[in-house]
């Protein structure tokens, strides 16, 4: 094939970048819109030009002219239109948390199998050039065996709400922390985890019944560990829009530090502006580039989450398009944080 038409299920925060990403890829030639509000689905509908808009994601899915899905609704409504795509055979990519059972995430994995088809999971991190060049470092062997391993990824307490009250069956590590599990266990590929330990505490979220932060100990079985942890805790305010990340990886031969804290383009405008995730708030400073999926410029969209959408596109052409983390690969980091919550309910160690 040298083109395909792209079905975008919801027309929130992520699906609208999802749909612009696609309507900017040449080979796309044929975009259909799905959202259960209509009000959303006209507005995104018009701004991308889209062929098709549904308030049905069967229709939409089910079109003769759609090739390739995009699943961009809340995590709590991944797998009914997930399942879908693989029954029928289309590549699927699913944001990030994959879904919220690890049942329904076998059901989709079977179901692509079944129909030969390929189930991608949205960590779209995985595409700004740092990750991506850590990951060429350790394929390459510049690290020698990576045995040790920390992760950290703070976001603010403004991102932490818009979760909370979106998804009641979410939390710190399956919706935040995910980012670091997927990375480490891409980075430490073919290694095994054996064993999670977690910590946790609720001071702020406890209204929500959720934890504020979480540190969780992943122990694989050569010996190797990494230490991941996540917060929710950074005040409203605070200059990255979204996100802070560090990585250190610790080789037998060499070591490898990603500081992504965004403090190389410091922004203080003149008048407070909002957040772009969370536009009910405002910053007096702002860290540019720190929206995590990208940001519009001069009227298009650039950044880690159009790279995937072009990755994904180019491989369900044939034409290209790396690093894109497979469905497998993301029912893993699932079933990591899923226990990583266990241990901190246990107050123990979970074999896994």
């Not at 509908?45 to 995009?70: L, P, Q």
């Not at 998804?167 to 054996?194: A, C």
């Not at 200059?239 to 990340?245: N, V």
Request: some cysteine; hydrophobic content about 40%.
């Amino acid at each position: 094939m040298e083109s395909t038409g792209v079905a975008v299920i919801g027309a929130g925060g992520i699906g609208t970048l999802r749909a612009h990403s696609c309507a900017q890829i040449p080979q796309v030639d044929y975009l259909a819109i799905c959202d259960k509000v209509p009000e959303k689905l006209d507005t995104l509908s018009e701004s991308v030009g889209a062929d098709m808009a549904t308030t049905k994601f069967e229709e939409a899915i089910t079109s003769d002219r759609v090739g390739a899905v995009v699943i961009s609704t809340d995590e709590e409504y991944h797998h009914a239109p997930a399942a879908l795509a693989a029954e029928l055979g289309k590549p699927v990519l699913i944001e990030k948390p994959f879904v919220l059972d690890l049942d329904e995430a076998d059901d989709i994995l079977a179901k692509a199998e079944k129909s030969g088809t390929e189930v991608f999971v949205g960590y779209t991190q995985r595409f700004r050039r740092r990750y991506l060049l850590a990951k060429q470092s350790a394929m390459a062997g510049q690290l020698g065996d990576i045995v040790m391993a920390m992760g950290k990824i703070y976001v603010t307490r403004a991102v932490g709400e818009a979760v909370a009250r979106r998804s009641p069956n979410t939390t710190p590590s399956i919706n935040t922390l995910t980012y670091m599990v997927d990375l480490i266990l891409w980075y430490m590929e073919g290694k095994k985890p054996v064993e999670v330990y977690a910590r946790a505490g609720s001071f702020v979220f406890k209204e929500y019944n959720r934890d504020d932060f979480q540190w969780m100990i992943v122990t694989f079985e050569d010996g190797s560990v990494a230490t991941l942890g996540t917060s929710w805790l950074q005040p409203h305010h605070w200059p990255a829009y979204t996100a802070t990340m560090e990585i250190d990886l610790q080789g037998t031969t060499g070591s490898l530090n990603i500081d992504d804290a965004h403090r190389d383009v410091v922004l203080a405008p003149g008048e407070a502006i909002p957040c772009p995730y969370t536009p009910e708030h405002e910053v007096d400073v702002a860290f540019l580039g720190s929206a995590m999926p990208g940001d519009f410029a001069l009227g298009e969209f650039f950044g880690p989450m159009k790279e995937e959408s072009d990755a994904f596109i180019r491989h369900v052409l044939g034409i290209g398009g790396v690093g894109l983390a497979t469905g497998a690969h993301a029912r893993r980091v699932l079933e990591l944080t899923m226990a990583s919550d266990r241990s901190v309910k246990e107050g123990k160690p979970v074999k896994l």
